[in-house]
Structure formats: structure tokens, C-alpha cells
């Protein structure tokens, strides 16, 4: 199995990590970058999923 990635917001710095998922915004634990819809949006600052970057 694939290892989880993490990706960060380049607007306010918060973390998305697949392993942890986010469910205060219904995305359960496991839930893939690839499987969060496009219309998804930053909870903390309200920047566009196209604002995280993957952290390397």
C-alpha cells in the first residue's frame, strides 16, 4: 500500500494529512488527496483545494 501524503495550504498553512483525514469536514481518516472533491475548501481560511501544495 502506498504510503499517506500530506499537503499544506499556502494561504494559511494548515496541514491536510490523508492518514488523519479531516472529519470536522466530513472527510473520514484514509481519504486520498485525489478522493477530496474540487469544490472542497480550506476549513480554516476558505482557500480553494488548489491552494495546498504537497509537503515533500
Known amino acids: 500500500m502506498a504510503e ?3 499537503y499544506r495550504c499556502m494561504e ?3 496541514l491536510y494529512d490523508e492518514e488523519q483525514g479531516d472529519p470536522d469536514s466530513g472527510l473520514a481518516p484514509g481519504t486520498l488527496w485525489e478522493d477530496i472533491p474540487d469544490d472542497w475548501v480550506c476549513p480554516i481560511c476558505g482557500a480553494p483545494k488548489s491552494f495546498f ?3 515533500e
Open 53 to 55: 501544495k504537497l509537503v
Open 4 to 6: 499517506y501524503k500530506k
Open 12 to 14: 494559511c498553512e494548515r
